[in-house]
């Protein structure tokens, strides 16, 4: 996994590259400036970043001693490789493509969907009771990620993802503070790296949630044509504090236990 990891790293800075020969050639408002930087999104967020977490999780599995056959684990792979690859092309949608562009995208959100499916299988009840509520919010999370990237499979959904902007923006927040930030903390406590407390993960929790409500909230008011309560931006502020301010809690305890310990 880590050499996929290696793989997909290399993709990213190709797509990285594309942004000053697209803009020097054909402009910011090329379709293609914009497919370049769906493309780095995408491998970013689905390749790099989810493969990661993964490559970690294998890992856990195996110091409990969890394993997968040698089948079950080339299943994995190939759907979990293909389908972040295939899936791309639901990031392209919004420039109108042919039908197989759905269909190959479809293919590669439902192949994602069997990869996780394989792996939770072997997901054994080896975390404490706090760890295993942080399993469950991510497994809900990560659920939410594949449904609404099956969605973008109908163009209805994808013309409405592409020009309504804050619907992208909820999916990547979702992806980036719900999926890999979660799963991180889980990995952090179980490997003892840093004490996850459960009043200062749920003080996370409750921002994240809360600003997600809301950006989908704007979205939603922007895709049937109503006005957003007055105090939308004061609340979204609020909440959006949350997040950082729970980090920084998490943080100093971790850095006072240490010192203590010493």
């Known amino acids: 996994m880590c050499k996929v990891c290696l793989v997909v790293y290399g993709v990213i800075q190709f797509g ?27 491998f ?17 599995f195996e110091i409990r001693g969890v394993g997968l056959s040698r089948i079950l684990f080339q299943s994995f792979f190939w759907s979990i490789n293909l389908g972040i690859v295939l899936s791309f092309f639901l990031s392209t949608l919004f420039a109108h493509p042919p039908l197989i562009f759905n269909i190959l995208g479809d293919i590669g959100a439902l192949l994602q969907l069997i990869a996780f499916g394989i792996l939770g299988k072997k997901v054994s009840i080896f975390f404490t009771t706090f760890q295993e509520r942080i399993l469950k919010t991510v497994i809900v999370v990560l659920i939410v ?44 406590d179980y490997l003892k790296l840093l004490q996850i407390s459960p009043k200062t993960y ?31 931006n004061e609340i979204l502020w609020a909440g959006s504090f ?19 310990n010493q």
């Open 44 to 60: 970013l967020y689905n390749g790099w970043m989810i493969l990661a977490l993964v490559g970690i999780l294998l890992r856990v």
């Open 16 to 42: 990285a590259l594309g942004f000053g020969a697209i803009m020097n050639t054909l402009g910011a408002q090329s379709v293609w400036y914009r497919l370049a930087i769906y493309f780095y999104l995408h």
């Open 242 to 260: 949350l997040i950082p301010l729970s980090l920084g809690i998490l943080l100093g305890t971790n850095r006072k236990r240490k010192v203590w």
């Open 145 to 188: 990620k594949m449904l609404l990237q099956l969605l973008t499979a109908f163009p209805y959904f994808a013309n409405l993802a592409a020009t309504i902007l804050d619907f992208t923006i909820g999916y990547l927040h979702w992806t980036f503070l719900g999926v890999v930030t979660l799963s991180l903390f889980l990995f952090l």
């Open 202 to 232: 749920f003080l996370y929790l409750f921002g994240f949630f809360l600003t997600e409500i809301l950006i989908f909230y704007k979205g939603i008011a922007a895709w049937h044509s109503f006005a957003v309560f007055e105090s939308y």
